[in-house]
């Protein structure tokens, strides 16, 4: 089985590594080691161009399991949308999870809103004051309560020196990119996990994802922040190993 995760950890990759599974991580626009800067990936096509580049990519006969965390979400959603069939099973790790019925641009935006109204969360607006924000900064306070409260100081201490600004897609970008069809992105098996200690995206607000859009099963890792792949490593290998060996 071949994996393409959208965030993971070393450790994680050393582990479906070491199970037998092949795994492709990829580093979005202006995320991780992607040499991009924020502003040069003003559109969310840019941001998710990695991605369908590497889905494009694949073989007609290869199929792949995709794992989206966070705002990931609406990234492999895009990917299922567009292609299916190379979609063996997609993973919502404590990510926005929108579907045909469930406004895309409506998820997003009240997610970022809930980000920016964090104590300490610092945006930017280099198209003038008058005009919506253009990136926002988490502050590393809200970074250590928040997002990485229960992993290890040392990931926390990383992060904080390693964070991107993240830019601040419009309603019409998203609107228009993220598109989703029951015949497509429907046709998909989904599996969400939720982290119950997710102070991020909390847990109440992953519940309500999960009912307005019902998954084909629903798995738990108990006591996980936000960055479950830090906080519960081995927890988070044996729930997405045993997604692939029932895929397999």
């Known amino acids: 089985m071949s994996w393409s995760l959208v965030l993971v950890q070393d450790n994680i990759v050393a582990m479906m590594l070491s199970s037998g599974h092949s795994v492709t991580t990829l580093d979005l626009g202006a995320s991780g080691i992607n040499s991009k800067q924020a502003l040069e990936i003003p559109h969310l096509s840019d941001y998710l ?54 406004n895309a641009t409506t998820m997003y935006t009240k997610a970022v809103n809930a980000t920016i109204a964090q104590l300490g969360t610092s945006v930017t607006y280099h198209n003038g004051s008058t005009n919506p924000p253009t990136t926002l900064v988490l502050d590393p306070k809200y970074l250590a309560t928040s997002v990485y409260q229960l992993s290890p100081i040392t990931d926390l201490e990383l992060a904080t020196t390693l964070v991107r600004p993240f830019y601040l897609y419009s309603a019409e970008d998203v609107s228009k990119e993220i598109v989703l069809s029951s015949k497509r992105y429907g046709s998909v098996r989904r599996v969400f996990i939720v982290a119950t200690e997710n102070e991020h995206l909390k847990k109440e607000f992953q519940r309500l994802i999960i009912e307005k859009n019902p998954p084909d099963e629903v798995k738990e890792i108990e006591r996980s922040d936000h960055m479950t792949m830090m906080s519960k490593p081995q927890q988070l290998f044996t729930t997405l190993l045993s997604i692939a060996n029932k895929c397999s």
């Open 49 to 102: 161009s990695p991605l369908m580049e590497f889905m494009a990519s694949l073989p007609d006969d290869k199929k792949v399991v995709l794992v989206g965390h966070s705002f990931g979400g609406l990234v492999i959603s895009k990917a299922m949308e567009t292609f299916p069939e190379k979609i063996s099973v997609a993973v919502f790790f404590s990510a926005l999870m929108p579907a045909p019925n469930i």
